[in-house]
């Protein structure tokens, strides 16, 4: 099983207009609600890909019902801490004319640290029946940098895998606690090493720093150039075929959940590096986030080159 972990989840809300005009009435000529948040964009493609999958983290309010009803549509099960407030939602605004998108993030509820501490309790029961854990996003608000770190470490006394997928200081201190896995694109690990990384040379020496730090797998977004694994085995390299891409948002979501089913099957990081790369390249080729279809991946699959480069 794969759990994941979403704890500032949302109601996502895709609004299309033929164009955008600010101060004035905008008439939506298409909208969709979907369950959202880095991890929830984790467990979708995951269940798409035939996986049983749990989801987790703290939702509130109809929102919050709504956001676990909607998760049956994908056969993704529940498991989420629940609060009196609503859960946030995020509007994103497409203008068709000039091709422009506008978001709209909602801050979202405050997480009492006892609800913070009853979450972590509820979490540690949820974990011993994970093969593979996936964390990923922004926290509440009333949660801070030392989140993370509490829920990687509870992982890690059960013996299971890992991977963490979130941004600055909750980034940077989360790999104090060594999750297995990390998926820092090139700001990111520019960040983490304040190395300029100007090239891929540069990108390889500080992912290898990061790696001795005893994150087990670093894996960097190259974008349409692929991306770069760095493990006990050595650094490799996944290049993917041209793709008429369509929506990139959500891709690296996608990638996180096929390194988890890799993982989830006892795959080695290279081996989990092709179906992770196959899953995002087939996500890229779908308007809506976090989608896949299996046809999709399985013609990218064969076509992505893996080469070890040191």
């Known amino acids: 099983m794969i759990l994941t972990v979403t704890l500032n989840a949302a109601i996502d809300k895709r609004y299309v207009v033929e164009e955008f005009r600010i101060g004035e009435v905008n008439r939506m000529k298409e909208c969709a609600y979907t369950p959202g948040g880095k991890g929830l964009n984790v467990s979708k493609p995951a269940a798409i890909a035939g996986a049983e999958v749990v989801a987790t983290g703290f939702v509130g309010g109809?929102?919050?019902?709504?956001?676990?009803?909607?998760?049956?549509?994908?056969?993704?099960?529940?498991?989420?801490y629940h609060l009196a407030a609503e859960s946030r939602s995020c509007i994103n605004i497409w203008d068709e004319k000039n091709k422009v998108q506008?978001?709209?993030?909602?801050?979202?509820?405050?997480?009492?640290?006892?609800e913070f501490r009853g979450f972590v309790e509820k979490f540690a029961q949820l974990v011993k029946e994970a093969d593979v854990v996936a964390m990923s996003g922004s926290v509440p608000r009333g949660l801070d940098e030392k989140a993370y770190p509490i829920l990687v470490e509870t992982v890690k006394k059960a013996?299971?895998?890992?991977?963490l997928d979130t941004s600055g200081k909750l980034l940077e201190e989360g790999i104090k606690a060594c999750p297995t896995m990390i998926k820092p694109n090139i700001d990111e690990i520019r960040m983490l090493t304040n190395k300029p990384c100007h090239d891929i040379q540069e990108i390889i020496r500080a992912a290898k720093e990061i790696h001795e730090r005893g994150i087990e797998v670093v894996v960097v977004s190259l974008g349409s150039d692929g991306s770069l694994c760095v493990c006990n085995d050595g650094v490799y390299r996944a290049v993917v075929p041209k793709i008429n891409a369509v929506?990139?948002?959500?891709?690296?979501?996608?990638?996180?959940?096929?390194?988890a089913?890799?993982?989830?099957?006892?795959?080695t990081p290279v081996e989990a590096l092709r179906k992770a790369s196959a899953i995002s390249a087939a996500a890229a080729m779908r308007?809506?986030?976090?989608?896949?279809?299996?046809?999709?991946?399985?013609?990218?699959?064969?076509?992505?080159t893996i080469e070890k480069i040191g």
Do not use: W
């Not at 109809?62 to 989420?80: M, N, P, T, V, W």
């Open 287 to 304: 308007e809506e986030t976090g989608f896949f279809v299996k046809e999709d991946m399985e013609t990218i699959y064969p076509q992505i």
């Open 159 to 163: 013996g299971k895998k890992v991977i």
């Open 62 to 80: 109809h929102a919050g019902q709504y956001i676990e009803e909607s998760l049956k549509d994908f056969r993704i099960k529940s498991a989420f």
């Open 102 to 114: 506008t978001e709209f993030l909602e801050p979202g509820f405050t997480v009492k640290e006892e």
């Open 261 to 267: 089913l890799g993982f989830e099957a006892g795959q």
């Open 247 to 259: 929506n990139t948002v959500g891709c690296g979501d996608s990638m996180i959940a096929g390194f």
